[in-house]
Every structure is written in C-alpha cells, then in structure tokens.
DNA sequence: TCTGGGGTCCTAGGACCC
DNA sequence: TCTGGGGTCCTAGGACCC
C-alpha cells in the first residue's frame, strides 16, 4: 500500500506555528510581489477567496473580513518542509517528496503488529507533534487512489487525518463519490472534455474501455485510467532527477526598461541556477535566458526576448554560466523602450557531474576554473549566498521583488528567532 | 497601476536523411 | 496533370501538477 502524507494549508499553517493567535482565523499568503493570493486557510477558503486571485482586486475584501496577509516566505516554508520531511523518513525506507507539502510513503511490510490505520494515525500525530504542522494521509493501493482518499480525509473530519481506500467496496464508493476533475492528472480542460463525453465522476470514468480512453486522453489518460482501477503505474524514478531548473521573476511596478539592470537579474537568476545544480551534484549543457512584457497590459508594445544555447562542454560554474547569460541577453536585447516586466533562466540538459563528456576542442583551462570555483563555494557556504560573486550581479536591487507582509525567518535566522519569556 | 514560480510529459509537425 | 516510402531528430505548444 502506498501513502500520501499532505500538509494542510500548508503555507498558512507554517504561519501559524510561530503565530498561534491566528489559530481558527482567516489567513492567506501573498505570491512574489505581493502579487497573487497562493494559499488560504480554510477559513479563507470559506469566504470565498479564490486561488490565484490577485491582491490587488482582493484587498478591500480581505480588509472588511479582518483576514491575515503575508508575503511568502519561502526560507521559513522550505525549512518547515524539511522538519516534516525529516519526521516522516523515519517511517519507511522508501519516501518520495513529491513537493513542498507532500510526500509518498510506501508503507508494505510495515506497522507490524498494528493495523495500517494506527500506523498512519501515530505517523500523523508524530509530525503534528513535532512540528506544529497538521497532516492528512491517505492510504491506497495506487498514487492516485492515495491522493484520492487524502481528498476525503480532509474533506471529513471522521477520519482523524488517516482515510484508507483497501478494499473493492471502499473503491467503488469513493469514486463514485469524486468529481472527475478532482482526479490527479484530469485539469481543467480534460474535465471539459470528460464532461462533454457525459464522465461526470472517478466512476464513469473507469467504466470506459482502456481503447476508448487511449483514443481521447492519450497514454497519460491511460495511466491515469489504471491507476484508478488499482494497477500502480506512475513509478518514483519519474518522479527524482530533476531534468530542467528554472529561476524566473516577475519585476514590482511598471517592469524594466533598462539593459544594466536586466543584466544584473539575469545574472543573478543564472547563478541561484548554478547553486541548484551544484546541489544535486550536476552540470547542464543548455541553457535558457528569456525576459518579456506583461502579458495583461494592452496599452504597450509586447517584447519577447528568448535565447537557447547548447555548451560544448556540460558545467555548473557560476562564473561560466553568468557571463553566457549575460552574453546572451546583451545579443537579443531589444530597447525601444520596451518594459520588460518578468525575465528568467533555464538550465537543462542536465547530468552527474562525475559523468562529463569532454570536448577535443575545449579552450577553457577546466582544472583552474574548479578550484577558483571551490574557493568560491566554500566561501560561501560559510557566509552565505553572493559573499562573493560575479560582478555583473551588482548592487542595484532596484530589480528586487516588493514584500510587505513578510513573516520573521523563525528557524533560520539566529536574530529572528523568538524569544520566550521568563 | 497592480495579476507567482517551478516543474513534468506528450504530441504534432517540420526538417532532414536514404 | 500526375509527384514514394520509410525513417530520425528537434521544437513548439498544450496539458498537467504543486
């Protein structure tokens, strides 16, 4: 049997770990820029918020319901995330996070001695208790079927966080029970579609042939079909090595209209990704810059600024990886005057780095640039990111993302951690 | 005026080869 | 006027997830 472990309202539980007055009340959590709202308790979701809903259309509302904002905060949420993480390890050999507030838990041969409802049971208390974060976990023979029953725990309360789809009556019953857009893998628009075929529920779904099915959703319908009948089909080497990393940002106000100060974003942007790769121990020989106009203002020119290069030589040296970037933008900058309101990175193709296939016409000096690099690194690994870095990143900032409403770095940050009374 | 960021997989169609 | 058959590789775009 396979487990899904899910945080709920995990951004805003987060908050209230460290801020239990907001407990039982309304709270929601901001995008980058205070842009969009991510994430709401449910007593947000109750009044009505919307996912995705921009602030700035939802301020007047969240004023009049007294409801809580924050920026996100994302060193808090990722360090929260790790503590879950970390609890839940300690339960099965075989844990895959699957993303910031969930991980997969293959849990056969386990909890002997208990049934697999106590087992999830103590493994929810043992993380509601040792980090102040609630979960739910749903338990089923498949990942789908699993994220399903993590649906209806907590969607009811009966369950006490722990809901088991084990048998074939349980599974008849919930997926009757399931709208067939709630089904992980069916979005928006396949829900269309499947409503236009008259599939209304999980049920009606699974009632089609697999040829049908093959016919109209392709080979991801089909797996997500099996699935729902009970055959694990969705393995976890799909689900490790990442195989693209992107770091992108929207810009506050207006956007950017000039190329210094797009440079040094790109430029930082290009070396969060070398940190990245560094961290799973990788190196990439593509590699991405874009930047464009916002795509909701009417009243100006668009610009697309979007360029590929493939590396002779695979690497993850800042240095390297920066002054392409940066060569890259300068090529295809296009001024006229155009506000460039989100640029980004991309790295990809991506492998090991112990597995670099080398180039008869490589004119960089590899073994200098490594140890230049892990003098860098080193540095920075004591002092912290950009100690020392590349100078096109610069000082400017004025690039740098508005957050009004940010929480304190409770776990992370030695000044910031809160201090009991005596 | 303001409207996030980071991923994955699949398919169709074009360019090219013989 | 008529214009083959069989491949591969790459890319853009669409769908999905959190």
Redesign the pocket.
Same mark, same amino acid.
């Given at each position: 049997m396979i487990a899904l472990v899910?945080c709920n309202n995990f951004y805003a539980s987060c908050e209230r770990v460290f801020n239990p007055a907001l407990n039982g009340k309304p709270v929601v959590i901001l995008?980058?820029?205070d842009?969009?709202i991510?994430a709401r308790s449910n007593e947000a979701k109750m009044l009505g918020i919307g996912?995705?809903t921009?602030?700035?259309q939802a301020r007047e509302m969240l004023e009049k319901h007294q409801v809580a904002v924050f920026s996100s905060n994302y060193n808090l949420y990722g360090d929260m995330s790790r503590r879950v993480m970390m609890l839940l390890s300690e339960f099965t050999p075989n844990l895959i996070q699957?993303?910031?507030?969930?991980a997969f838990m293959d849990l056969s041969g386990l909890g002997e001695g208990e049934t697999l409802r106590d087992y999830g049971k103590r493994i929810v208390r043992t993380v509601t208790r040792g980090t102040g974060i609630p979960v739910t976990m749903g338990i089923g023979p498949t990942k789908t079927l699993a994220?399903l029953a993590s649906r209806f725990g907590k969607k009811y309360k009966g369950y006490e966080g722990v809901c088991i789809i084990d048998t074939e009556e349980k599974r008849e019953k919930a997926l009757k029970a399931c709208d067939i857009g709630d089904?992980?893998?069916?979005?928006?628009?396949?829900?269309k579609r499947m409503y236009y075929f008259d599939i209304r529920t999980a049920w009606d779904f699974c009632c089609k042939s697999e040829s049908w099915v093959r016919k109209y959703f392709?080979?991801?319908g089909v797996r997500t079909w099996k699935e729902l009948q009970g055959i694990d089909c969705i393995v976890e080497d799909?689900m490790t090595? $990442? !195989?693209?990393?992107?770091?992108?940002?929207?810009f506050?106000?207006?956007g950017i209209n000039r190329l210094e100060v797009l440079e040094e974003a790109v430029a930082n942007f290009t070396a969060?990704c070398a940190r990245?790769l560094k961290e799973q121990d990788s190196c990439c020989s593509g590699l991405t810059v874009f930047a464009y106009t916002?795509r909701?203002?009417e009243?100006i020119v668009s610009y697309q600024i979007n360029r590929?290069i493939h590396l002779q030589v695979p690497t993850n040296d800042t240095q390297e990886l920066v002054s392409t970037s940066v060569k890259m933008l300068r090529e295809s900058w296009i001024g006229n005057g155009a506000l460039y $309101? !989100?640029a980004?990175v991309?790295v990809w193709d991506i492998c090991p780095d112990t597995a670099i296939q080398t180039s008869l016409f490589d004119t960089v000096d590899r073994e200098k640039q490594a140890r230049l690099a892990a003098a860098i690194d080193a540095i920075n690994r004591k002092n912290g990111h950009n100690t020392v870095k590349v100078a096109v990143q610069g000082f400017d900032k004025s690039w740098h993302?508005t957050c009004e409403h940010i929480s304190k770095q409770y776990t992370t940050n030695l000044n910031e951690v809160i201090r009991v009374k005596t």
């Open positions: 899910d995008s980058n820029n842009g969009c991510i996912m995705g921009p602030f700035y699957y993303s910031i507030d969930e994220k089904v992980w893998g069916i979005g928006r628009r396949h829900r392709t080979v991801t799909d090595d $990442k !195989k693209s990393i992107c770091t992108s940002r929207s506050p106000g207006q969060a990245k916002s909701f203002r009243d590929n $309101k !989100k980004g991309i993302l």
